[in-house]
């Protein structure tokens, strides 16, 4: 998944390959597995790979960390992550983008339990967490695209029609268009400029009530073919 996203013409310059920290397989799943193996196995290394990175900021505002919480990587990695962050950056703000799992075809059997252990670390450690949900994204897709679409061929559930016009490419799209229009105004000059800071300062109200409810609009429709829309 790195090696594609390194080749991938679009968006791949925008990485350091010097700042990866890879391993060959995930945890299967497993929140015990990402939290308990990986975490300690490459603790080290990604919060070296961190300092590194904010050495060269001139003013380091937050952490963001984006990962699915239904997964074992995501999940238990990432609550490792987070609870290491604590202890070496705890001046930095620690904002989480967390993707949970969706409703009843959820293929992965532990994503639950995944989802619960990390919720725990999230409002442990994290400053600010944005939710975001599967299904939700797949219906938001499923919306948009139905506009002008065609009716789903004969034979083919609802289900299977929207999984074959709602692949990763536009449910994260979605999920980039939200965060780029909610990080704008600390990434561009003028009147409305923010710090990331501000977003948790002025919409948690309590430390551990820090879980935000997102929306963005309007939503459009980009080309996956090659181009940009």
């Known amino acids: 998944v790195v090696s594609e996203t390194l080749r991938d013409p679009r968006f791949g310059d925008l990485f350091d390959a010097a700042q990866l920290v890879t391993d060959v397989s995930g945890a299967g799943n497993n929140w015990g597995h990402g939290y308990g193996e990986y975490g300690p196995k490459y603790g080290d290394e990604i919060e070296a790979a961190a300092s ?61 339990y995944n989802a ?30 139905a506009r002008g679409a065609p009716a789903p061929a004969s034979g083919r559930t609802a289900t299977a029609a929207k ?6 490419d536009e449910t994260n ?19 409305l400029n923010i710090d990331v800071n501000e977003i948790a300062t002025n919409l948690v109200p309590f430390p551990r009530l820090h879980y935000l409810t997102a929306s963005y609009a309007p939503l459009l429709p980009r080309d996956f073919g090659g181009g940009a829309a």
């Open 52 to 112: 590194a990175a904010l050495e060269r900021c001139d003013s380091p505002q937050a952490f963001f960390v984006l990962h699915a919480v239904g997964g074992g990587t995501g999940s238990g990695l990432g609550s490792a992550v987070l609870e290491r962050f604590v202890d070496a950056f705890p001046d930095l703000c620690r904002f989480s983008v967390a993707v949970y799992p969706g409703g009843d075809d959820e293929d992965v059997v532990t994503a639950p």
């Open 116 to 145: 619960v252990l990390a919720t725990q670390r999230l409002t442990a450690c994290a400053d600010c967490v944005v939710p975001l949900e599967n299904q939700a994204l797949l219906d938001v897709c499923a919306r948009r695209s």
């Open 163 to 168: 999984a074959s016009k709602s692949g990763f």
């Open 173 to 191: 799209d979605v999920a980039a268009q939200l965060l780029s229009h909610l990080t704008a105004g600390a990434r561009y000059s003028g009147g």
